[in-house]
């Protein structure tokens, strides 16, 4: 199992009540669940789940940054948390077992030019000896446009794959950098436009929730087809299809074995409440249902 660096700038301390959501009344329940959000500390949770070494760099700030990083170790993942002054975002679902979530997030936080290089640093140092480095997720200040742009230089100076999960002007400033990152993951929406700035990376797969993914690499390309699951909350499916690929790849799989873990994932992930909180037990029961087909 690989040592695998996970980037999430712009997480968020989430809390979820699964309860029944009526307008116009309080709804009372036992608990309100924290929980950690950020679509790398996603992919590192999943990750951890098959044994994975993990380390989430993560940004943020005040007691929310506190819980945000104990809950974090106590998925087994290794948290390195750049403080800021602002206090890390929050937010809250309210989810329903067969209905499905209603959610409402913080966009994001400030974050300082001297915090913004201080998270820059915390990911060249957690490096070393990394498989992988998976960057996922917005950006919680305008001001860091042109962050992953400069971490996937620092990926690629310490010799290391940089895979790059976001959208807009933070993923296609990294894609038009120097070194662009080897592997993006859109989905329909995000990809929507021009086709060209995404021909700088290594490896595309376009995604569309449960309809097919086209995926294009140098050695070859692919359509998968997702196996049919009753969807109960799809939030976090990306994350899952990531992990699932990066689990595959750093064994060493080949590329179609790897697609269809991947697919399995995303779609035990949709098919729950909980995000991004599957291992190995969920995915290999739908891995026989994926489609895997080699495309002109
Ligand atoms: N309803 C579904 N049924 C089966 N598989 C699904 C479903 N939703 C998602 N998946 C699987 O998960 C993959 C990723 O899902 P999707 O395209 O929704 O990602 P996303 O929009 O990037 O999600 P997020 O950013 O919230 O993590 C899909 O390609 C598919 O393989
Ligand atoms: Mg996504």
Redesign the pocket.
């Known amino acids: 199992m690989g040592r695998i660096v996970t980037v999430t700038a712009n997480p968020l301390l989430d809390h979820i009540a699964e309860i029944p959501w009526r307008h116009g009344t309080v709804s009372r329940t036992a608990a309100i669940v924290r929980a950690a959000g950020g679509?790398g500390i996603?992919v590192a949770r999943v990750l951890a789940r098959h044994g994975h070494d993990c380390t989430a760099v993560c940004l943020g700030g005040g007691h929310e940054a506190d819980e945000l990083v104990r809950l974090v170790a106590a998925d087994g993942i290794k948290p390195e948390l750049v403080r800021t002054a602002a206090r890390l975002r929050i937010g809250f679902q309210v989810a329903e077992q067969q209905a499905g979530t209603v959610a409402c997030i913080e966009e994001g936080f400030r974050v300082t030019t001297e915090e913004r290089e201080r998270f820059v640093a915390a990911v060249a140092a957690a490096l070393p000896g990394a498989a992988l480095c998976i960057i996922s997720g917005s950006v919680p200040d305008l001001g860091m446009d042109d962050v992953y742009r400069r971490l996937a230089d620092v990926v690629a100076a310490a010799g290391v794959p940089c895979w790059l999960?976001s959208y807009g002007k933070p993923i296609f400033a990294a894609l038009a950098g120097a070194n662009p990152p080897a592997l993006v993951?859109?989905?329909?929406?995000?990809y929507a436009g021009d086709p060209h700035p995404w021909l700088a990376a290594r490896e595309l797969?376009l995604?569309?929730?449960?309809?097919q993914?086209t995926v294009r690499a140098p050695e070859g390309r692919w359509r998968?087809v997702?196996?049919?699951?009753s969807?109960v909350n799809?939030?976090?499916?990306?994350?899952?299809?990531l992990a699932g690929y990066a689990h595959g790849r750093v064994s060493g799989w080949d590329i179609p074995r790897s697609l269809a873990w991947?697919?399995a994932?995303?779609?035990a992930?949709?098919?729950r409440v909980e995000v991004a909180r599957i291992g190995p037990e969920d995915i290999k029961p739908l891995v026989d249902r994926v489609q895997v087909v080699q495309a002109p």
């Open positions: 679509k996603n999960d993951k859109p989905n329909r929406q995000e797969h995604t569309d929730g449960g309809g993914v998968v997702p196996p049919e699951v969807e799809p939030i976090g499916s990306g994350d899952c299809w991947a697919a994932a995303g779609a992930n949709a098919s």
